[in-house]
């Protein structure tokens, strides 16, 4: 089975600091870890994901994301947040080859403060 | 990536009654899917839309209650059936191409339905 653990409900910076949000995973098999963003009263929006290849992806809006083996982390990184980042972040991940769902975390409300 | 758009974007429904979203893609995709958000919660997967064929339904969740229809490569629809408060949830369909290397999946902006 696969599982994703975001451990902070709430993540608040002010702006132009560096802003992390937190992500771990549990699958069988390789992971395809993801990171969306949804803005209030707006669907998820694809950031960016890891597949393969170099353990540092970068995706919209500035944002990065290390995959980390060992530590089957994830963690969503932006070295200047904005107020206009202020969302409901959810890290996801699926089971490749095993299966094509996915399976999401609880997410994290992210507020940067001006 | 595909332009994904969700019929009605909102609603307020009385209790007993049913409701049926629809899921229009700008492109031909290989799978779609339904997911629901509760209030506050994180998203579940409801089912993914085959076409020609039943909908797989995961745990928890049953064609009685949740029918989808998918007739072709672009189209899906999900219907909540009998709803009650507890179907109060955001209802939001992805897709995701396999015939191109993207092995992403693509949300629609969601269907916001309050039952009373």
């Known amino acids: 089975a696969q599982s994703v653990a975001q451990p902070e409900d709430q993540v608040n910076v002010a702006e132009g600091n560096p802003l992390t949000v937190k992500c771990t995973y549990s699958?069988?098999?390789?992971?395809?870890l993801f990171w969306y963003v949804q803005y209030p009263n707006r669907g998820l929006q694809f950031l960016l994901k890891y597949i393969t290849g170099d353990n540092l992806v970068k995706g919209s809006y500035g944002f990065e994301a290390e995959f980390n083996k060992s530590q089957t982390s994830f963690h969503l990184k932006k070295p200047s947040a904005l107020v206009s980042d202020s969302a409901l972040y959810f890290c996801?991940?699926?089971?490749?080859?095993?299966?094509?769902?996915?399976?999401f975390g609880a997410g994290t409300t992210v507020t940067v403060r001006a | 990536s595909a332009v994904i758009s969700q019929k009605p974007s909102r609603d307020i429904c009385q209790r007993g009654t049913s409701l049926t979203i629809q899921c229009q893609v700008d492109s031909q995709v290989t799978m779609m899917f339904w997911y629901r958000q509760q209030p506050g919660q994180s998203l579940t997967l409801i089912a993914t839309a085959n076409q020609g064929s039943e909908a797989t339904y995961e745990s928890g969740f049953v064609i009685d209650k949740f029918p989808i229809s998918r007739p072709n490569l672009t189209f899906s629809t999900l219907t909540v059936s009998n709803m009650s408060p507890e179907d109060s949830s955001i209802y939001l369909c992805s897709v995701e191409d396999l015939d191109s290397p993207k092995e992403t999946q693509y949300f629609g902006p969601g269907t916001r339905l309050l039952v009373l």
């Open positions: 996801a991940v699926r089971d490749h080859p095993n299966d094509y769902k996915l399976s």
């Open positions: 699958v069988s098999g390789n992971p395809y």
